[in-house]
């Protein structure tokens, strides 16, 4: 419990900023219209490809005996990787839409 409150008092202009930046989020989206949430989204995942790099950095300055930081690791880059794909699906999907049919 110690560590936690030492890693909190250190960390705690960052927790309050990515709290903050929750919060906004919810309220920028919250505000878009419905028609353009797939646009918006497809675009997000897309995006997650920097979750992808920086998983991949971490796991090779992370210690090759923490199996927690690579199995963390391995996660992210798997679930970053699967919402990239569907991303890309998603905006694939949406511009079929918009092409004329033969």
């Not at 890693?7 to 309220?27: R, S, Y």
């Not at 995006?47 to 991949?56: N, Q």
């Amino acid at each position: 419990m110690e560590q936690f409150i030492e890693f909190f008092n250190a960390n705690k202009e960052m927790i309050f900023i990515v709290i903050l930046m929750v919060f906004v989020g919810v309220e920028v989206i919250g505000r878009v219209p419905a028609v353009l949430h797939t646009p918006l989204m497809s675009g997000a995942n897309a995006i997650h490809g920097v979750v992808i790099i920086g998983a991949i950095i971490v796991m090779l300055h992370s210690d090759p005996s923490d199996y927690l930081a690579l199995s963390l690791g391995t996660i992210a880059v798997f679930l970053g990787t699967l919402n990239v794909v569907g991303g890309f699906v998603v905006t694939d999907r949406m511009l079929e839409m918009f092409k004329k049919k033969k």
